[in-house]
Each structure stands twice: as structure tokens, then as C-alpha cells.
């Protein structure tokens, strides 16, 4: 029975608009729906109430972008069919067509893959595995083609010209990341170059007028001529017949501008390419012949990866393994070849709705085409927001939801049901100035993009708003690590500020938003030390501790255990010095320096139950399966047992995990025994495999919770922090060549040594380099959005402002130079002016600094010739250039005591009495903080300085430098020394620093001024 408007109302407590979405019966609805609209409510209201006017389930297809999405929807479907008495079709819900686009590719193509000549065993294999196998396919081809120059001498240049410093990896990111844009559309073998190729253009006089434009109309004026000059010699050059243009003075007036220093950097920047280019006689012939060397190129790239696509695509029928990206290929191609399928498909899904449309890629949107066309018996809903499209990396095409949005019905929803009004007002204000202007943006905020708020859960309370922290601006002198360290205690101390005044209840209610991962181990690191719990929510990247290369290590050592190998020796050390068995450096050096027959042994001398283990295992890598192995392994090694005695338990765990799930298909692909070793080595140290597991989180746990922007979209957190905004957008593009939707094809022309040719390319590189960074910021503003709209009750943002905005190249950038002042009340601004991070944090830090040092991975192995000879070395103290007589030699001996008296702080030795009594400065060491051989390295003008202090006394009020001596203690001799620990000392901490030499044989203080 068909449910009236008000019925909706009633039953499902829908709001007008989300009842003209359910009713609305249109062969296509594009529903934009603005952050915390209710939109998964609507979709499921509309699925629910089909059904309960008697439509069959096997008629929807409901397409999610997340697992999780998807789930979701299946349980608050099935919970609404429960109420409505359908309890048998709840039960068939699970097995229902409502998955992400990828499930249902799968599936759709397992059954009917015979129908293109595929097994329909057809497996999908994990990335990790087939970007190691890509690279492997590249590796082949540059050296087929390195070594036989004879036969193709042109493919020959092209490797030799790109490859980076004697390094192919460069090369083979700038293929892969190529071929995976260029497949969307279509067989590499089947394109044609000169459709990917965007030449009309390469001198752009509108987009050179309008970027001086944004910076300075006075500029123009004022430089009219020069500035109209420029821009026919560009319209000559890009092949509009008209004269080369001729002009006698290049001289720019400045005079009266009153331009800053980045605006008047930028004009420079924009003017300099087309002066170099007139500079250098550069005419339309020489870009003739430009373009024709730029083909040439691009055709030798686009043959190599014809090359390459095939020998991936022997590889993948050969396994029978492939992936996502080949599925959705895949089902278009079996509906496309097969009309009688794509017939029953059309006459099967009547109602298709797809979640998230601003997501989806072309592929996805070519299959739901092939529904739609010719087909008036479909109703297809989509909904989505183009202000929350965010997922260009994974081929999202937010133009889709553009056209679609200009050509079809669409029902917008408004109404906001998660955030505080307040946060709703200042998002409105704020994206109205910075969304202005939809040719730019794709987006005028002004345009049905206004949203209303109608959360009650937070009316009348007083903390629900918006605030802004505000960090001193000292930030030109401070690296970007500092400022992370500085924003992380604002956020803390905001965070126990709100506790006392009862704004919150738990650390619980508390999230913070960054940019990326990249401030996580800071912010681990200042809330451990402010003593606030925090939870880390993102996808688990294995290798962010060195479990894994541990275990790669005791898989190699093994497999070596009986062998001579110069290799043995780091993979032994990595092993016996882990929690494994947790040998000291004092044993691992005693294995080196073995003394036989008074010669030292320089075999290396393996402990007896470390050798037993391998042994063992050596034995299972040639007689067992790659699973048997492992599962040796880590019973052999008791690996469960000695990780729950360490920290970051879970991450070893998972990687354990890891291990074990991908030893199976690795023997599926027939590498087994020491290629299984190898390739596990490989794995655990090529830096470029980015290893992740999708980690549950405890959301009932009492801490505050981090996590990146792309993470947090569909979430919500009731009291926000949003960090990192001062942290400049990402400018960085394929070096060699790359292929995107702005500008096709783009090279970096390296073949030839001709000036002219040179210019060009540098023109037109900063061309396309413009046009992508163009299209680039509409993401990001789009992730500065979703940021903003995911805060309930109260939104906060870290910033530190600056002076000049005339460069907008980061989210705080945006926000000052659009009004953030006139969008939040004064009474909610908080402006520190002095750093709050503290000496303690970083003394701290470092005591605590038990993290293992991956500088210890990328370490050569170096042997040392030891002779008998004094050597001198640069360092931070006192150097003896002179031959050692015994009697120095005693007194050094002396001296070492006395020092070891002093470091362990022995109160029964006098000379450690005489020194404790001393006044430094007037203050006793018992007042103070006391750090005993503070060992230090810095970078000095491109030298590492690097020593250790014996004392460093810190006071409320100052700190003290103390150097011991056994007799001398001139402090005119020791000046320079004690100065360049004060130099290390004075970055660290903000307050005065005295200097003090201290003898103890004489118990004579003396203060180096």
C-alpha cells in the first residue's frame, strides 16, 4: 500500500525534502545532499518503502562506496522491515544486491566469466604483490632494451636519458602512475597518441593575464604595454597567425605599487618564461619542431607500456589472479559483447541507487550507462555531495555528479542534522567567500549549497561554537616538526582546560582532524608526556615498527645459518639484539672481537641457541610450505610470547598476521623456499610498498581520538580540533612524464641539449604544472570542507597567522584571507604569544626515545683498519695530539673514575661530596633537574657538531651547563667548547644558560663567561 507524504512524516520522521526524494519516481534523481543531511536515512527510506508496496528485492541494486557503508545499510534496512512486519524479507537482505561497486563487479563477473574466455576461478590479488610484480615486468623491459642498443638504438636513449642517477625507479613510478590513468580509457594497444595529447595550448595568454590579474590589476596598469606585449607573443607562439611581435624596452616599472615581496616574487616568476623565450629568438618554428621531438618522445612511452601491458596481461592469465581495477573492466565488457545479458540486467534492476556518486570513477559510471540507456523502465537515484568529492587518487571523477547535476532532476537536501548552529553559520559564511565562483571551483556555495541546521541535541549549550587558537607568529623561525610540537601542546592544554570547566565530560568526546598522517607520532609523543590518552584512528601501515624486518631478518639468517656470507653478520645482530633474545652490545661485541690463539677472530661467532633455532627453521625453508614456514617460525622463535613483553603489541601481532595470509598466495605464484625468503626481504625493506591493514577501533575507549580528513568522511566527533591548516598544499608532480584529465599527456622534455627547446619546455611544464595545481586545489578545498563539517557541538582551529596572503597555499591561507576574524566572536579567539612547548618535553623525549632507529636499515658495511697511531677527529671538546706516555696514561685512567664517580652520583666518594656543595650561581644541585652525560648532535652550516655534556643542571629559571675536569679548569681554555654546547642547549630551551668548569682535584668552580 502507497504511503502518503504525511504517512512518511509520521513514520519515518523525514523532513520535506527527504519526502520528495522517497516519492519521487523519475527515470533519474540526482540528489545533492550537504554534509549531515540524512541522505543514508532518505536512501533507505525510499528502499524500505518500495518494498513495502510490494516491489521484489531482486529488482534493487544499491551501490555503496565502503563495506562498512554497505553494512550499515543492510542493518538499518533489515531494522526498518522488522518494523513493518516483513521479517521474512529482512532475512534475504544480507544476500541482496546492496555491496560496494567492487563486491558486485566480482561476483557478476565470476559468474558469467566464460562468456569473455576467463576461468571462472578468477581470483583477486593483493596490491602489495602485483605493484612488486609491475616493477619487476619494467625491470625486464629496460634491460631487454639496455641490452640490445643495436636493435632499438631510439627506446635505448629514452632509458638511458630518464633514468634519475643511475636509478630506474623514477622511470618506473612515472609508467606505473601513467598506466594507471591511462586505462581508464581503454587498451593501451588501442589508443591513439595524438588523442592524448593537449598541444593547442601550450602558451596560454588568458591563463597568463588572469594569474596576474589575481595578483595585482595596478601591476597591469601600470606595465600595460609590456603586459599586452607578452601576451600576443605567447598568442604567436601557441599558432595564431599574426606577426611575431617586436617590442624595444622590458623594463618593468615598480615604482608606487606598493606590492609585497611574495606578489611581486610571483609576477616575476609568471613574466620570466616568456621573456627567457623572446630573450632566445624563440619563433613559431621552434615550437614546430618542440612538438614534434615531444611526439617522437611520447610515442616511445606509449610503446613501452604497450609492451608492458602485455607481458601483465600473460602474467594475470597465466595465475588467473587480477585486479579490481580489471573486474570493472571486466563487467562492461561482458555486457557490452553480450546484448542478451545486458537485457536480462536492465530487466532485472529496476531501482538502482548509488550512494556517494561524487566517487565513483568512469568505469562505474559507464556500467550504470549501459543500464540507463534505451531503458524507461528504470528509476535510478543518486546521491552524493560534490563538496565532500575527495578520492581523486582512487580515479573519482567528481565531473560526473556535475553533468549529471545540469541535466537531470535534482531534490536537494539542506537541512543539517549534525552540527550545532553556530558551526553551521560559520561554515556558511566561510565556503560562501571561499567557493564563490563555480568555473574555478566547479562549485558557487551560493547555489543550493546553503545548509540549515537543525540539530537540537546541542541548543542552549553554552561551549557549542566556534574557536580559534591561535599560535605565536614566529613561525618563519621555526621548522615544520616545531610547529607540529607547538600545535599539539595548544591542543592538549585546551583539552584539560575543557575537563575543568565541565565543556566536556570524557576524553572520549574529543577528536582531532590533520591533514595527513604525518603529526601523529608528535602528537603521540606531547599527550604521553601531558598524560592524556590517545587513540590513533587510521589504517595500520605494518612497517611502522621494524617487526616485520625483523622477521625477514630471521628468515634470511636462517636460511645463511651455515654459510659464509658477509651479509650474516647485520641480519645476526638485527636478531640477537631484538626482544627475541635481547642480547646486550656488550655480547654482540665480544661475537666480533673474539680473541684465538692472541689473534682477533674475525669470523663471527654465533650463539649457540640463536644457531640451534636457525638450524631448525634452515631445515623448514627447504622441506615445507611457504604457511609452514611461517607458522615454524613464530613457534621456533616463541615470537607471541616475547612480543606481549614489549610495546606496540598489536602492530607486531597484525604483522604476524600478515605473514601468514600472503605465504599462501605466494605459492600460488610458485615462490617458495629461498625466492620465499627473498621476496619476504623485499618486502619488509622496499620502502616504497605501502603495507596497510584496516584496524578496528575502540570507540568505547576513554581517549581522544586522530585521524587524517580522507578517514574521518561519513563521522562525526562532537568537540573537533582541526590541525596541521598551516601546512602547504602538495605541488609536487611526476618528474618525467605523467598522464591526467587537465592536461593529457605532460613530459618533461630531456632529450635535447638546444637552448630554444630548453626555454620551451620550461614554459610549457610551468603551463601544465599551473593547470593540474588548478585543478588540484579544488580538492582541496573540498577536504577543508569535509574537515569542517564533521564537528557536532564545538569546531577548533589551530592556526598561526602570517602577514602576507597574496600566496593562498594552504588551508590557513584561505581561511584569514576570506574573513575567518568576521566569522568567529573575539570572545572566542585564544592568541598565545610564546611557545608553549617546555625544556622538560624534550629532555623527556629524548630520555624516552627507545624507538628503533631505522638509520640502522640504510647503514653499509664498513670494515675498519685499526693502526697504531693517534688520530685526530673534530668534535665538540678537548683533542690530545700527542704521543700517550704512562704517565698520562695513568692519569687518564684516574680521571675516567673520577668522571664514573661523578656520572652515577657516588655520595660516598669525597671529591662527588666536595663538588655537590658547591653554589652555582647561588642555586644548589639539589634544586635542580640534574641530566648526567647529555650526549648531543646538531647541524652547523652543513656539519653535524655532536658531543656530550657531563652535567646539565635545569632550573625553574635557568639552566646550567657544568663540564668537570680532573685538574684544569681555565675557563678561557675551555670557552669554545662550553659554547657550542650552549649552542645545541639554547635550541632547546628558553631560558638564560650559564656555563661552568668544574676541577676535582682542586674542588675549584669556575663560571665561563
Partial sequence: ?????????????????????????????????????????TLVTKVVNLLTEGKSLDNFLVLTFTKKAANEMKERIKKELIKANLGNMANKIDSSNISTFDAFAYNFVKQNASLIGLDSNIELLDGIFFNQIKKDILDEIFTDIMLNEERNPSLYNFVRTYTDKQSEDSLKGDFLSTYNNLCELGKIKDLKLNTLIDDSNYFDSLMLSEELADISLSFIEENQELVDFYLDYYDYLNGKDIERPVIKKTIIKWKDLNLTKDQESMIKKLINY????????????DVIVFKKETFNTLKIILDILVIYEEKLNDFKKLTNKYEFNDIANFLNQILNENEGLLKRQKDKFLYVFVDEYQDTSKVQSDFLEMLIKDNEKINVLYVGDIKQSIYKFRNAKPETFKNKLETIKSIPLKANYRSSSSIIDFVNKLFKEILDDKDKYDIDYKDNHYMESRSTKFLGNRFANVYLEELNTSEDKRTSNNQMIEEAFSVGRKIKELLDNKAINSYKEVAILARNKKSFETFKNVFKYLDIPLQIQVDQKLKQTYFLKLMANVLKLSSLIDEENSEKRFYYFSVARSELFGFSDYNLFNSLTKVVDNKLNSKLEIDDLIYEKCLLLNRVIYTKSNYEIIDDMVHIFDMYKKISKTTKVKEKEYQIEYLYNISKTLSDLNITELDFVEYIYNLAYNDDLNLEISILQDSKEDSVKITNIHQSKGLEYETLFVVGLNNEFNSSLVRNFNYNNVVKFNLNLKSSSDIKTLKINDSVKNSKISKTLKDNLKEELRLLYVALTRAEKALYLVLTPKDDYSKLNSFADYLYSNGLYDFISPLNITRYSKSLSNAEYYLKLKEENTYYPLELDKLEEINFEIESQVIESSKASITINELIDDGLKHNLKQGILMHESFEYENINDKFYLN???????GKKLSDAKIYHEYEYEYIDKNVSVKGIIDMVALYKDEVHIIDYKLKNNDPVKYRDQLLNYKKYLSKIFELPILMFVYSIVDNKLSEVV
Fill in 1 to 41: 500500500m502507497k504511503k502518503t507524504k504525511d504517512d512518511l512524516i509520521n513514520t519515518y520522521g523525514l523532513n520535506d525534502e527527504q519526502v520528495l526524494v522517497v516519492l519521487d519516481s523519475s527515470k533519474e534523481l540526482i540528489v545533492p545532499a550537504g554534509a549531515g543531511s540524512g541522505k543514508t536515512k
Fill in 274 to 285: 616568456p621573456k627567457e623565450l623572446y630573450k632566445n629568438d624563440v619563433t613559431i618554428n
Fill in 915 to 921: 663538588f655537590k656543595n658547591n653554589l652555582f650561581n
